[in-house]
Nanobody, 117 residues
C-alpha cells in the first residue's frame, strides 16, 4: 500500500507565500495524473493544479499566475508553490496520484492552508 504524506500548510497573511510538499512511500506505476486539490468549508473539492499524462500542467483559473506545481524526476514527490495568497485560497489542500493501473487513486491526508490577516 502506498502511503502519501503532505506537509507545508499553515497560517499566512494575504499576499504571502507557502510551499506545500507531498511524498509517496514508493514509486507508483502507470501514473495518469498527479496534482493538487483543495476543499474549502461548505464547498466541493476542486482541482487546483495537475500534471497530465503527457507531462503538461493544468491550473484552475483562480490560481493561474500565482501557483506553480512541480515534481521530482522519479515522480514520487510533488510540490505546490503558492504566491500572492488570498483569503479565498483558504482550504484543506490534498495531493493525489491517479494510476491507470486498476484505476487507483492515492491521496494525501490533507494540509490546512489559512490566509488571514
Amino acid at each position: 500500500q502506498v502511503q502519501v504524506v503532505e506537509s507545508g500548510g499553515g497560517l499566512v497573511q494575504p499576499g504571502g507565500s507557502l510551499r506545500l510538499s507531498c511524498a509517496a512511500s514508493r514509486s507508483i506505476i502507470s501514473i495518469h495524473t498527479m496534482g493538487w486539490y483543495r476543499q474549502a468549508p461548505g464547498k466541493q473539492r476542486e482541482l487546483v493544479a495537475q500534471f497530465t499524462s503527457g507531462g503538461d500542467t493544468n491550473y484552475a483559473d483562480s490560481v493561474k499566475g500565482r501557483f506553480t506545481i512541480s515534481r521530482d524526476s522519479a515522480k514520487i514527490s510533488m510540490y505546490l508553490q503558492m504566491n500572492s495568497l488570498k483569503p479565498e485560497d483558504t482550504a484543506i489542500y490534498y495531493c493525489r496520484w491517479f494510476s491507470s493501473h486498476r484505476g487507483e487513486s492515492f491521496w494525501g491526508q490533507g494540509t490546512q492552508v489559512t490566509v488571514s490577516s
